[in-house]
T-cell receptor, first 113, second 116 residues
Framework: NAGVTQTPKFQVLKTGQSMTLQCAQDMNHNSMYWYRQDPGMGLRLIYYSASEGTTDKGEVPNGYNVSRLNKREFSLRLESAAPSQTSVYFC????????????FGPGTRLTVL | AQTVTQSQPEMSVQEAETVTLSCTYDTSESDYYLFWYKQPPSRQMILVIRQEAYKQQNATENRFSVNFQKAAKSFSLKISDSQLGDAAMYFCAYRSARGGSEKLVFGKGTKLTVNP
């Protein structure tokens, strides 16, 4: 069971470069999320998609865009990377109901120089 | 806004002993969900246990149990018979039951060391 997968696992960018983080889930979940984790902090929500075709901002959306490509895939794009975006990025998915647990991918460690 | 506080940045326990990790939260809502996630060095966030606020009975999952005190807004995790594989960061998280409240609110985590 793959669950939630993310690519790449590691990435180094220079300031101003762009990149897209990919996320896919095989659990037939409707909702998907992107979080970032910074040292000494818990995870903070960047964007989420409650269902295919919808996306909404979370707590820290500035500097990011997202695309819900289909029910399985939810990508996160950094158009012009900044050192403040150095972080570990997690994708998660859950069913449609608020009671449903969120399941996380393995994370992507991104460094912006 | 809801907040989650984990007051113990680090804890240690001897193998086979019991340890309790603390979590408090602040909310004005009456219906919500609470979670403990484990993050080993592999970085993977793994669900350990969850608790529904409307349930008075404390959740248990094998060696893991919680002490949920709704009035005190406290949600501690007890790990019994600690094993070396329990060493990890542990995060307490809150989620509102209100529709449209999608995010999990996380504490800053507690690093658990298990000594052989």
């Amino acid at each position: 069971n793959a669950g939630v997968t993310q690519t790449p696992k590691f990435q180094v960018l220079k300031t101003g470069q762009s990149m897209t983080l990919q996320c896919a889930q095989d659990m037939n979940h409707n909702s998907m999320y992107w979080y970032r984790q910074d040292p000494g902090m818990g995870l903070r929500l960047i964007y989420y998609s409650a269902s295919e075709g919808t996306t909404d901002k979370g707590e820290v959306p500035n500097g990011y865009n997202v695309s819900r490509l289909n029910k399985r895939e939810f990508s996160l794009r950094l158009e012009s990377a900044a050192p403040s975006q150095t972080s570990v990025y997690f994708c998660a998915s859950s069913g449609s109901f608020v009671a449903d647990t969120q399941y996380f991918g393995p994370g992507t460690r991104l460094t912006v120089l | 806004a809801q907040t989650v506080t984990q007051s113990q940045p680090e804890m240690s326990v001897q193998e086979a002993e019991t340890v309790t990790l603390s979590c408090t939260y602040d909310t004005s809502e009456s219906d919500y969900y609470l979670f403990w996630y484990k993050q080993p060095p592999s970085r993977q966030m793994i669900l350990v246990i969850r608790q529904e606020a409307y349930k008075q009975q404390n959740a248990t999952e094998n060696r893991f149990s919680v002490n949920f005190q709704k009035a005190a807004k406290s949600f501690s995790l007890k790990i019994s018979d600690s094993q070396l594989g329990d060493a990890a960061m542990y995060f307490c998280a809150y989620r509102s039951a209100r529709g449209g409240s999608e995010k999990l609110v996380f504490g800053k985590g507690t690093k658990l060391t298990v000594n052989p």
